[in-house]
């Protein structure tokens, strides 16, 4: 230490200010002075209080004495609720208009009244039963599955504004008979819910596509190669169906047909009145208008029986009504 040139007194009155020891500045022989008092931390002494425990009072037992165990009961959500957003909110018919009372979905949905209106109750009568819609026949995913096997067909072929008797403006078609999961139980359903007993529907289903400008004009469907029940399932755009009576124009009956439902026309009303799909610039159910886009029909036929009656009114008006109908045209590569 006296290398430094320093004497041991004055190192050890430096070592002593500095707070390192207890001994006097004139060295360590002599006598102690007390110990200077700590430094102070230049931070707020309101920030050195001392933290809280990180320990947690220990979790109640949510057991109830005696030993029973309590379970969790999901809750069921009440008629005509459905889940949305978090929220259970009330459903609202489709297109968020009140069209009457719901039909439920599935073969053993009701026809909904609220999507047929007549001329006359009179007209009403006499179709009740013979013309009517099933609101939600197929549910959102067997629509869009159905979509799904459709359009690499339809998407090959153009859309036609001539028809070879006139009856269908703006449109492409085909008949397929092989189908995926989903379609095999629509049409199956299809076939319980519309069909008679012992008249099942044709194997062959007809596949209509509708161009937003296209609309099908009033006829009736040839006697030779359709039975006594037409059934068609609507998928994309809704649309409005009219019958009109073949002998009195001023009776007649609409449908709405909404997509994902099911209309049926049996009887009088398949064969005794005309039925059409009206264009976009006519589309109105009552006062309510209906804008027309792209709709996809899937319509089911049976066959014709030996004893089917005559349709009443001018062969012009018929699909099929002559001897010289042309076959469907059929696909290039049929599946």
């Given at each position: 230490m006296?290398?430094?040139?320093?004497?041991?007194?004055?190192?050890?009155?430096?070592?002593c200010?500095?707070?390192?020891?207890?001994?006097?500045?004139g060295?360590?022989?002599?006598r102690?002075?007390?110990?200077p008092?700590?430094?102070?931390?230049?931070?707020?002494?309101q920030?050195?209080?001392?933290?809280?425990?990180?320990?947690?009072?220990?979790?109640?037992s949510?057991?109830?004495?005696?030993?029973?165990?309590?379970?969790?009961?999901?809750?069921?959500?009440?008629?005509?609720?459905?889940?949305?957003?978090?929220?259970?909110?009330?459903?609202?018919?489709?297109?968020g208009a009140?069209?009457?009372?719901?039909?439920?979905?599935?073969?053993?949905a009701?026809a909904?009244?609220?999507?047929v209106?007549a001329?006359?109750?009179?007209?009403?009568?006499?179709?009740?039963?013979?013309a009517?819609?099933?609101?939600?026949?197929?549910?959102?995913?067997?629509?869009?599955?159905?979509?799904r096997?459709?359009?690499?067909?339809l998407?090959?072929?153009?859309?036609?504004f001539d028809?070879?008797?006139?009856?269908?403006?703006g449109?492409?078609?085909?008949?397929r008979?092989?189908?995926?999961g989903?379609?095999?139980a629509?049409?199956?359903?299809?076939?319980?819910?519309?069909?008679?007993?012992?008249?099942?529907?044709?194997?062959l289903?007809?596949?209509?596509?509708?161009?937003?400008?296209?609309?099908?004009?009033?006829?009736?469907?040839?006697?030779?190669?359709?039975?006594?029940?037409?059934?068609?399932?609507?998928?994309l755009?809704p649309?409005?169906?009219?019958?009109?009576?073949?002998?009195?124009?001023g009776?007649?009956?609409?449908?709405?047909?909404?997509?994902?439902s099911?209309?049926?026309?049996?009887g009088a009303?398949?064969?005794?009145?005309?039925?059409?799909?009206?264009?976009?610039?006519e589309?109105?159910?009552g006062?309510?208008?209906?804008?027309?886009?792209?709709?996809?029909?899937?319509?089911c036929?049976?066959a014709?029986?030996?004893?089917?009656?005559?349709p009443?009114?001018?062969?012009?008006?018929?699909?099929?009504?002559?001897?010289?109908?042309?076959?469907?045209?059929?696909?290039?590569?049929?599946?």
């Amino acid at each position: 230490m006296g290398g430094f040139g320093l004497p041991w007194g004055s190192m050890g009155g430096l070592w002593c200010s500095l707070g390192g020891c207890g001994a006097p500045r004139g060295g360590f022989g002599g006598r102690r002075s007390p110990s200077p008092p700590p430094l102070r931390s230049a931070v707020a002494p309101q920030y050195h209080a001392r933290r809280p425990s990180s320990r947690r009072a220990p979790r109640q037992s949510s057991r109830p004495q005696g030993g029973a165990v309590l379970r969790r009961v999901p809750l069921r959500p009440a008629p005509g609720m459905h889940r949305a957003g978090g929220l259970w909110r009330r459903r609202r018919p489709g297109n968020g208009a009140a069209l009457g009372t719901g039909a439920g979905t599935g073969p053993g949905a009701e026809a909904d009244p609220g999507l047929v209106r007549a001329s006359s109750p009179e007209v009403e009568r006499r179709l009740r039963g013979l013309a009517s819609v099933r609101r939600d026949f197929l549910n959102p995913g067997e629509a869009a599955e159905l979509l799904r096997e459709l359009e690499p067909v339809l998407g090959r072929r153009p859309y036609q504004f001539d028809h070879w008797d006139g009856a269908i403006c703006g449109y492409r078609e085909t008949e397929r008979g092989r189908w995926g999961g989903a379609g095999r139980a629509v049409l199956g359903r299809v076939a319980a819910a519309a069909f008679p007993p012992g008249r099942p529907p044709l194997p062959l289903v007809h596949v209509l596509d509708l161009h937003p400008r296209g609309h099908v004009r009033p006829h009736v469907d040839s006697v030779k190669f359709c039975g006594c029940t037409i059934a068609g399932v609507s998928l994309l755009s809704p649309s409005v169906m009219r019958l009109v009576s073949c002998r009195a124009p001023g009776q007649w009956l609409e449908l709405l047909l909404e997509p994902r439902s099911l209309y049926v026309l049996r009887g009088a009303a398949r064969y005794d009145f005309t039925h059409e799909i009206l264009q976009d610039k006519e589309s109105f159910f009552g006062g309510r208008r209906v804008p027309r886009g792209r709709r996809l029909a899937l319509i089911c036929r049976n066959a014709p029986h030996d004893t089917t009656p005559e349709p009443v009114g001018d062969s012009s008006a018929f699909i099929g009504g002559t001897d010289t109908q042309p076959p469907l045209p059929q696909p290039p590569n049929k599946q």
